[in-house]
């Protein structure tokens, strides 16, 4: 409707000025699933992504990954005001929903001089989500930040079921912090990570720490042989570093600016955001369908009871998958 469009400019317009609480606005409408919410938040997505497309500079989009402890708020916290000292406006929201809290409180307390700085804007955990961490409205939630003003937006998961791997399908660089290890293992590592990376910081490189830390880079670095590049215009790095004596924080800079400097050239950002969209749109495909399933409450009665049989080893799973699916779109049964 007209009055929807007219909602839709209007928080279009307020985050063009980079409104702080318009954008915190226009982030809670994306989330809500509303109907009327959801007409208005993509006529709000469509300007965004019509505008972005004029420009020809993207914002940088780095997702930071690992396991809880490893210091990922310490590290954003503290690279982030590098960035902000930059010139740099920066976005962080961390689409967790996995993080007990994520009070605007809390995230405070864990990044107290991006909280309050002018040219940083914060986003808090949202209370609820799904898709094991990660929310249904993430990617819309870092366009919005773009449109907003920002040229840096930092994602932060804390690796629950499936959110690395989703993150990394919805930034242009992912970096996977780790700290020293007790051995010569690499603890808390989940398969299948390293790949992802194109970046891997070992933080706490200080005090009675650096010696193993030293350690961990090196097995990271030899862990990395065996794993193939994404592409031949960047291999992926191992920096050591502390956000106490602030090792390397520079380092950290020019690395994440050669980064996007390299794939800026081989033209390979703007495939990363083709594949971005498509992924984005077949995920949420996925999960619209679920959910529509799970609302016929036939459909979700049966499949609750095939999925009994499932488990007591009657059927096969195929088989029940079939018949769900089947039943679903109302075609003949197999
Ligand atoms: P997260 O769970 O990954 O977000 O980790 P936090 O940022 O909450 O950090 C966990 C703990 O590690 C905190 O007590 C931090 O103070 C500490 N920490 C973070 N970075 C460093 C570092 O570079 N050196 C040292 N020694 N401690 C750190």
Known sequence: T??????????FE?????????????????ESTRSDHRRISAELISMCLKESGKKNKKQKRIGFTGTPGVGKSTFIETF?????????????VDPSSARSGGSILGDKTRMPYLSVADNAYVR??????????VTKSTLETIILTEAAGYDTCFVETVGVGQSEFMVSEMVDMFVLLSQ?????TLQG?????????????????DGNLEIASKRTSGNLIDALRFVAPKSA??????????????????????????????????????????????NWMW???????????????????AAESLEKRVLSGEIAPTTAAYEIVDLFLNKPKI
């Open 2 to 11: 007209s009055e929807e469009k007219s909602k839709a400019a209007q928080l």
């Open 14 to 30: 307020g985050l063009a000025n980079g409104d702080r609480m318009k954008l915190s606005k226009a982030i809670t409408m994306i």
């Open 80 to 92: 982030g005001k590098k960035m902000i000292e930059n010139g740099h406006r920066l976005a962080a």
């Open 124 to 133: 808090p955990s949202p209370n609820k989500g799904d898709m094991g961490g």
């Open 180 to 184: 020293p290890g007790a051995g010569d």
């Open 189 to 205: 590592i989940k398969k299948g990570i390293m790949e992802l990376a194109d970046l891997i910081i070992v933080n706490k490189s």
């Open 233 to 278: 215009d960047w291999n992926p790095q191992v920096i050591r570093t502390s956000c106490v004596s602030l090792l390397n924080i520079d380092r950290i800079y020019d690395t994440i600016n050669l980064y996007f400097d390299k794939i800026e050239k081989s033209k390979r950002w703007d495939k990363i955001r083709t594949l971005q969209q498509r």
């Open 283 to 301: 995920r949420q495909i996925n999960n619209l369908i679920i959910e529509r399933l799970h609302e016929e409450s036939d459909v979700s009665e």
